[in-house]
């Protein structure tokens, strides 16, 4: 499983505490953090896919494909649980009261 790649998981284990006091978070390319979560998301969804019609067309190597399809739904387990943790607080401020 060294092709695990998940932008939102690297983007936020990159930064500590101490470093984000210190200087301003600076953007290490144009987008933002969930656009390049979304979009590495896309790829990996699309490169399971991929693997996948190429091990049942031509016979390609079944690794490979086990490897991709685990890599796809370790991330569609994170892209879900972000998903809920967002509506879980979402749920929260409605709570609040005015």
């Given at each position: 499983?060294?092709?695990?790649?998940?932008?939102?998981y690297?983007?936020?284990?990159?930064?500590?505490?101490?470093?984000?006091?210190?200087?301003?978070?600076?953007?290490?390319?144009?987008?933002?953090?969930?656009?390049?979560?979304?979009?590495?998301?896309?790829?990996?969804?699309?490169?399971?896919?991929?693997?996948?019609?190429?091990?049942?067309?031509s016979?390609?190597?079944?690794?490979?494909?086990?490897?991709?399809?685990?890599?796809?739904?370790?991330?569609?387990?994170?892209?879900?649980?972000?998903?809920?943790?967002?509506?879980?607080?979402?749920?929260?401020?409605?709570?609040?009261p005015?």
């Amino acid at each position: 499983m060294s092709g695990i790649n998940f932008a939102a998981y690297s983007t936020l284990s990159g930064v500590k505490p101490a470093e984000q006091a210190k200087s301003p978070i600076k953007p290490e390319s144009d987008g933002n953090a969930v656009s390049d979560g979304f979009s590495a998301f896309k790829q990996s969804m699309e490169a399971a896919e991929q693997t996948a019609m190429q091990t049942a067309v031509s016979g390609a190597d079944p690794h490979a494909m086990v490897e991709a399809l685990a890599n796809a739904e370790l991330v569609l387990d994170a892209a879900v649980t972000i998903r809920d943790k967002v509506v879980e607080a979402y749920q929260e401020l409605l709570r609040m009261p005015v």
